[in-house]
């Protein structure tokens, strides 16, 4: 079975500042790869996927993501940060093979200072 | 943007009551799709329904619950006895028919939070 590890719970960086929220996935096949951001009392919001082709995927409001098949990895980045960008973010993996459930991440909360 | 909308945003139920978690989804979408995310912990798959049956559940999705398209626009969660532990967060969510869950991704609506007392 597929599973996702953000090793970092919480994060605070100074707006402005470059971010990166690491994701590492566990899973046998190339896995489908999503992030998630959920603001105070919003739903899930996807920010970007991954599924094939080109590695370095864009997403909305100025994310990226790497995907890196060698170290099981998916970090999300983003050059400079802005306050609005104070949230919780997800990392979810798809398992394909007819099967659209996603197994999620425990997730990374985003503080941004002034 | 077409949104999935869920009712209520927030439930209180007395432990041992049937609850129904109604949800909206987006008006073109084939696959529906039910979480929930206990305070605290992970985001976690509960069933998805597609062509008017379940496609897949997980092993928290037993005999307690169940799902229904009642109509061409809602879809329900209905946990018929609830347990205090059934407190979370409940999200649903949809997605276009065809495809594969990487080239047809999961629209999520704001969630219900239900409270068991």
């Known amino acids: 079975a597929q599973s996702v590890t953000q090793p970092d719970i919480h994060i605070t960086v100074s707006e402005g500042a470059s971010l990166e929220l690491r994701c590492n996935y566990s899973?046998?096949?190339?896995?489908?790869l999503f992030w998630y951001v959920q603001s105070p009392g919003q739903g899930l919001q996807l920010l970007l996927k991954y599924f094939s082709g080109d590695t370095l995927v864009q997403g909305i409001k100025g994310f990226e993501a790497e995907f890196k098949r060698s170290q099981s990895s998916f970090n999300l980045r983003k050059p400079s940060v802005h306050w609005s960008d104070a949230a919780e973010y997800f990392c979810a993996v798809g398992a394909g093979k007819g099967r659209r459930a996603l197994t999620f991440g425990s997730g990374t909360r985003l503080q941004v200072q002034p | 943007e077409p949104e999935v909308t869920q009712t209520p945003s927030h439930q209180v139920t007395q432990m041992g009551q049937e609850v129904i978690l109604r949800c909206v989804p987006i008006?073109?979408?084939?696959?529906f799709y039910w979480y929930r995310q206990i305070l605290g912990q992970k985001v976690e798959f509960l069933v998805s329904f597609y062509n008017n049956e379940i496609s897949e559940k997980s092993e928290i999705f037993d005999d307690q619950f169940s799902v229904e398209r009642p109509d061409g626009s809602n879809f329900t969660l209905k946990i018929r006895s609830t347990k205090l532990e059934d407190s979370a967060m409940y999200f649903c969510?949809?997605?276009?028919?065809?495809?594969?869950?990487?080239?047809?991704?999961?629209?999520f609506g704001d969630g219900t939070r239900l409270s068991i007392l």
């Open positions: 008006s073109n979408h084939l696959y």
């Open positions: 899973y046998g096949a190339t896995p489908y």
């Open positions: 969510a949809s997605s276009e028919g065809g495809g594969t869950v990487g080239n047809q991704p999961q629209h």
